[in-house]
């Protein structure tokens, strides 16, 4: 069974530093996919990034990255130049072949002033 | 906007009652999700629709039954409601099944069974 698991319940960080978000999973599978997703006190789940497992670059969006340990079946969320609107539930999913998407316990970011 | 809307968005029932939830799309994607939040516990899985009046269950389902006449509509019924199925409730849909098809959510409904 895929499972995913993110170790840290909360996290804070200074506006304009830098934070790294853990994430890993496990799984026999060779092609899935990973995905960090946002969620504001508004509730909506707002997709922040994606990997495609087979790629073994790394995905960047503006601010957000991430780095992909394939083999150690790691997927950590990088954000640069923290703001305070990135203040929210950020969770891990991953998605593989004739199965749903399953989710990470999730890791409450707060970005101080 | 995705073109998922989920109702009611806050919703207060008593232990005991029928509550449905609703979610509508207007993608024509085949394939509609139910989730719930918990705290410490993510998202997970309680049923999913493939096609219409083709469902089945997830990782949550005990409690739960839901419905799909319509491809737009999926319902999602808790029989008799009890506190331990206070949580947010998302819907999902995705074009098809597989890695490369990401999901789009509704924007959730909070359910509190008092």
Known sequence: AQTVTQ????????EAETVTLSCTYDTSENNYYLFWYKQPPSRQMILVI??????QQNATENRFSVNFQKAAKSFSLKISDSQLGDTAMYFCAFISNN???RFGAGTRLTVKP | DAGITQSPRHKVTETG??????????????????YR????????LIHYSYGVKDTDKGEVS?????????????????????????SVYFCAISESQG??????FGSGTRLTVV
């Not at chain 1, 994606?50 to 790629?55: P, S």
């Open chain 2, 99 to 104: 890695p490369n098809y990401g999901y789009t």
């Open chain 2, 62 to 86: 005990d409690g739960y039954s839901v419905s799909r006449s319509k491809t737009e509509d999926f319902l999602l019924t808790l029989e008799s409601a009890t506190s331990s199925q206070t």
């Open chain 2, 37 to 44: 939040q918990d705290p410490g516990h993510g998202l997970r």
């Open chain 1, 50 to 55: 994606r990997q495609e497992a087979y790629k």
């Open chain 1, 99 to 101: 199965n749903d998407m």
């Open chain 2, 17 to 34: 009652t029928p509550v449905t939830l609703r979610c509508h799309q207007t993608e024509n994607h085949r394939y509609m999700y139910w």
């Open chain 1, 7 to 14: 170790s840290q319940p909360e996290m804070s960080v200074q």
